[in-house]
């Protein structure tokens, strides 16, 4: 029996992923843009990874240069300027997670676990008035995996009665790694290795 909920944010309970890729060409507009491409392909393949983690990655992997943490944190923070106001707007709100969640917040025990930097998570979720339906609202710099722990460890949850629903094969691996079962909603691509929710209205937990 199902009785902890672990959501994903960007692409599960808010709309955000089409504003956050903008922000990323904002952030990258100086460099050459086959190489923003390549940086936008990774961005979206991998839904659950921090900025902290794909900044780094653009310089490190894409340019072949070192970037310090210091300069890391630098254009997460233009980044976050680029996003966390705009996000904080009700229209994008995704209404069939959001009924959900709104009508069963009392029959399940809700946590949130993103790559989206925890700070600016909050002003949205708190904006947004979303708080008031999660036991725990957690993101990055902490990686995904090890929120999930922490997550299951502070609330002693058992693994059986504890699922995570995301968006992203990242998602998927954070589940995996602790050992409790994922859900897919909203990339179909999921839907192929999966089990997969196509509306929050239809949600049969096993």
Request: hydrophobic residues 35%; contains cysteine.
């Amino acid at each position: 029996m199902i009785k902890n909920i672990i959501f994903d944010f960007d692409g599960v309970i808010l709309d955000s992923v089409p504003v956050k890729t903008e922000a990323f060409r904002l952030l990258f507009k100086a460099f050459e843009k086959t190489l923003v491409d390549e940086f936008i392909a990774f961005h979206l393949r991998n839904g659950g990874k921090s900025r902290y983690v794909k900044i780094k990655y653009f310089f490190e992997e894409l340019l072949s240069q070192k970037i310090s943490d210091e300069d890391v944190s630098s254009m997460a923070s233009q980044y976050s300027e680029l996003t966390k106001t705009e996000l904080a707007k009700e229209k994008y709100i995704i209404q069939d997670a959001f009924e959900f969640i709104q009508q069963n917040y009392q029959k399940y025990n809700m946590h949130i676990a993103s790559g989206a930097d925890e700070k600016d998570l909050k002003y949205i979720c708190d904006t947004l008035n979303l708080s008031q339906y999660f036991l725990s609202i957690n993101g990055s710099p902490t990686i995904k995996d090890e929120i999930v722990t922490q997550i299951l460890n502070d609330n002693h949850y058992t693994k059986d009665e504890t699922i995570l629903i995301g968006d992203s094969i990242n998602d998927f691996q954070a589940a995996d790694l602790n050992g409790v079962k994922f859900y897919g909603y909203n990339n179909l691509e999921l839907s192929q290795d999966h089990q997969y929710l196509n509306s929050f209205s239809k949600i049969n937990f096993t």
